[in-house]
Structures are given as C-alpha cells and as structure tokens.
C-alpha cells in the first residue's frame, strides 16, 4: 500500500481549491471521495482539483472525480480539473474524460 494522499485547501474567488499530492488508486480513493464530496456538500458547489502532484490515477481514482462531477452538477456547481501531469492528462484523455472535465493547465504538447 503506498502512502496516503495529501490535501490542500484554499479559495479563489469563492471556489474551493483542493490541491492533491500522492497517487490516486484503489488504496487512497477513499480519502479522495471524502475531501471531494465534503467539500461539495459543506461549502460551495464548485471545487477546482490540483493534481499538478498526483503521480498516478487508476480506474477506482476517475470513478471518484466522476461521482463528484455529478453530485457537484446536480447542485448547480462543477469539478474543475488543474494542471494535471502529463501521464495523467493521458489517463483522462484515453478515457476521454478530457471532454467531460473542464481542464485548466494542460502540459505543453497536449491538446
């Protein structure tokens, strides 16, 4: 089992932003699925992820930001994707979750 995720909390301009550190799989997706949908149900609506330092993200990891996506949307808000790495933005767009998330930051080279 690797280590646990790390989280950030900050605002800007009344959105949430939640910066993840660590890999994202079938051991640490619950910490995830806590700090998204707490933030979505606790505050506001529109939470922007960091994963400018998620090394890794598997299946059970995008089912997550999915359920959030969707939770967030039926409340009139969003999930906002930030900076993911390149082997991430790669995950997203194979699965073309890339379509689905708004992404702010994509690594040079990808479009």
Sequence with gaps: MGPALEFT???EDGTVVLAVKGEIDLHTVPELREQLLGQLT???PIVVLDMADVSFIDSTGLSVLITALKRARSLGGDVKLRTPSHQ???????????QVFEIEGVP???T
Excluded: C, S
Excluded at 88 to 98: A, I, N, P, Q, S
């Design 9 to 11: 909390t900050g605002a």
């Design 42 to 44: 606790t505050g506001t």
């Design 88 to 98: 991430t933005y790669k995950v997203l767009e194979l699965t073309r979750l890339h």
């Design 108 to 110: 040079d080279g990808l």
